[in-house]
């Protein structure tokens, strides 16, 4: 099946064609109420033009990113949408077909001389294709991917207004698109190193609200965690933090260090890098904010992935980590090219995110085998020390809602941390089903919404009405 051929199979929403950019501003009808609270700017990013000219991508993180803005005062609402204008697109459009290397695929490039093609051949580029998040950081909007590249964008007119690299500052290879903003405006991000021992990088940004200075200035790694194999690092596309950790996931999916050095001149796409280790367990570490040092215990999960952190939060002596989780999910990154997540479909395999929630007990003290640490009242989740060993403590999950699709997770930001009752999920890349969801962690409920008419239901986001003081209150 060609890239194409499967691209029109799937729904209209990956058909977005160069011509449907929409950079000026226009009415949107409005069904419902917009409450007269919410006025400001929405921004949205991801991987929304797979086709152009008569090529296409056919791996789902490899569009060109699609930033779309909806402003809303006082009830009205406009709505703008462009294809980020990033080095990678414009030579593309320039050609009028998709030149370039891709994460899933690549296409030749005409211009290239040969002494370039040998070049590129050897040494992968950092792409500019910034198409998975949007955030903001010291007044300034940025468009991140997972390579250490972000593009500053401008606000009103959605193009980039300058690249920067946070490899500019500190030794990472490869980034995170899910940085955490602290309530100092301190950033932090995660970046990954391809050397085994210096693996997993938290590095802070510290808030720089003077426009004229770089915005990543005075970056530095505020914690380093080696990887646990010497020839592969687990793939990390998000982290938890509570008040005093960072919380981090060494799944059983990795990117093998040969293939990093060796995939160009073996012809070999940039997903083939990461490789799935069935079988094998999801390890949680816990790296103390303060001194940067992981704590000596690893808390050993059953086999499976984990792209996005609900939240995490200390209580009485445990950190409570939400994520969504997908049991045994290893192999899912390979599937999710359009024409085998078709096959998938029709064979009714189905890779299923599910809220989760791991309890890691903080001491040992007093800790016997077979017995449950998890002291926390109102949760299945266990753990329990290995048999015979000192510092592995073998976690099992609690699920709520095991068997619905339930990713892309948001909750108040406020609570961000700290203990949170509410989070809202919804359907997005599910095959089957086309839902949000808002889930009640502490009664242990969930309502639906079921969104119909074609229509695909996008990542959450909640917004607080002013002068809250309840969780929930607010819209999203
Ligand atoms: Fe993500």
């Known amino acids: 099946m060609s890239n194409l051929s499967a691209l029109n199979q799937l729904p209209q929403y990956y058909h977005l064609e160069q011509k449907d950019h929409m950079d000026k501003p226009m009415d949107v009808e409005v069904s419902g109420e917009v409450p007269k609270w919410v006025n400001g700017s929405l921004y949205r990013n991801g991987s929304g033009l797979y086709k152009v000219g008569n090529t296409a991508w056919n791996h789902i993180f490899d569009g060109f990113a699609v930033l779309q803005r909806w402003t809303i005062s006082e009830g009205k609402v406009t709505y703008q949408s462009s294809i980020l204008d990033s080095e990678f697109y414009k030579k593309t459009a320039k050609h009028r077909k998709i030149v370039g290397e891709g994460f899933g695929s690549s296409f030749p490039d005409p211009c290239e001389t040969l002494f370039g093609r040998l070049f590129n051949r050897f040494i992968p580029k950092s792409s500019d294709n910034t198409n998975v998040n949007i955030v903001e950081f010291g007044d300034r909007l940025f468009a991140l991917t997972e390579m250490p590249t972000l593009n500053e964008i401008n606000p009103d007119t959605l193009t980039v207004k300058q690249k920067s690299a946070i490899s500019d500052y500190v030794v990472v290879h490869l980034g995170t698109a899910h940085p955490h903003v602290l309530k100092d405006g301190t950033a932090i991000f995660y970046g990954t190193n391809m050397v085994h021992n210096k693996a997993y990088n938290f590095i802070a940004i510290p808030p720089q609200t003077d426009f004229s200075k770089a915005p990543l200035a005075g970056a530095k790694v505020v914690a380093t965690v080696p990887s646990r194999w010497k020839m592969h690092i687990s793939y990390t596309h998000s982290f938890g933090i509570t008040e005093n950790y960072f919380v981090h996931l060494e799944q059983p999916l990795t990117m093998s260090i040969a293939r990093a050095m060796l995939y160009k001149p073996l012809g070999m796409n940039g997903a083939e890098v990461i490789v799935p280790h ?178 695909s239901p996008s990542e959450p986001v909640f917004i607080a009405r002013p002068g809250a003081t309840r969780e929930d209150d607010g819209k999203w």
């Open 278 to 455: 069935e079988g094998e367990s999801l390890d949680i570490m816990l790296i103390n904010r303060s001194t940067g040092q992981r704590l000596p215990v690893t808390y050993r999960a059953p086999e499976g992935v984990v792209f996005h952190f609900v939240n995490c939060y200390e209580e009485s002596n445990h950190v409570v980590c939400d994520v969504c989780f997908t049991p045994k999910g290893a192999k899912s990154i390979q599937r999710i090219y359009f024409n085998l997540m078709l096959e998938d479909a029709k064979a009714g395999i189905h890779y299923k995110p599910n809220y989760t929630r791991f309890v890691l007990p903080l001491s040992l003290d007093g800790a016997e085998e077979g017995k449950n640490l998890v002291t926390l009242p109102n949760t299945t989740a266990t753990a329990t020390l290995e048999k015979g060993g000192k510092n592995v403590i073998h976690v099992t999950p609690e699920f709520f809602e095991e068997n619905m699709y339930a990713d892309f997770p948001a909750i108040n930001y406020r609570y961000n941390g700290v203990k949170h009752r509410y989070c809202y999920t919804s359907t997005t890349l599910s095959t089957q089903q086309t839902k949000l969801s808002k889930f009640d962690v502490v009664k242990k409920t969930v309502k639906t919404y079921e969104v119909t008419n074609n229509f």
